[in-house]
């Protein structure tokens, strides 16, 4: 049989036409899935603002300056001198939590309502 003088040869056949197509419509079904999902998920952000009263800022309060306290006595226990790398990493990370607590007990004694997203 001489194939190169077929009527259809070097043509993709048609049943790889059709997996192709439903292929690409998958594939576009997924992306409009994906996308709703994603447009949902935002929307669910969006409309879940925490507003926090004035007790359950006084208990936050509470827990931070509970941490505060025990980040304290960690840096307190630090030696006075300080030469190993691992030391110094160690100071620099608790001094940057020390300012971040204090950062956080200046806006919550400040607040008396808070608004969490």
Do not use: W
């Amino acid at each position: 049989m001489d194939y190169l003088n077929k009527p259809d040869f070097g043509r993709v056949p048609a049943y790889l036409h059709e997996r192709r197509m439903e292929a690409e419509a998958r594939a576009r079904a997924a992306a409009a899935a994906e996308s709703a999902q994603a447009a949902q998920r935002h929307h669910d952000a969006s409309s879940r603002v925490l507003e926090l009263d004035g007790k359950e800022v006084a208990t936050l309060l509470q827990h931070v300056t509970a941490k505060r306290q025990v980040t304290q006595a960690a840096y307190m226990r630090l030696p006075c001198v300080v030469e190993t790398p691992s030391l110094l990493r160690t100071k620099q990370a608790l001094e940057d939590e020390l300012s971040a607590l204090e950062a956080d007990l200046k806006l919550l004694s400040q607040a008396q309502r808070i608004r969490v997203e």
